[in-house]
């Protein structure tokens, strides 16, 4: 296995203030990243815009909402695999 260049550390903070990604989710999923969202029906799908460093962002119904979220904060979106 190869080392990586960068500390853990220095990992998480690539694209900090600039790359953004686009989480399909759950009303499940939401407590978890969103404590202070209102009670939202469990199952329903949902989309989250996370920072490059994974903390959310907005909290959207689809995900043209979420993209376009990103977009007015000046945010590059990448697709997560």
Known sequence: MTQSPFTPEQFAKLGA???AY???MTGDDVKRLFPQAP???????L???LSAEGAPI???DSRDT???SA???EL???SVH
Do not use: H
């Open 66 to 68: 979420a993209i376009a």
């Open 76 to 78: 590059q979106t990448v």
């Open 58 to 60: 907005v909290l959207a």
């Open 39 to 45: 009670e939202v029906e469990p199952g329903l799908k």
């Open 71 to 73: 977009w007015e904060n």
């Open 47 to 49: 989309f989250a815009l």
């Open 22 to 24: 686009v989480r399909e």
């Open 17 to 19: 203030g600039q790359v």
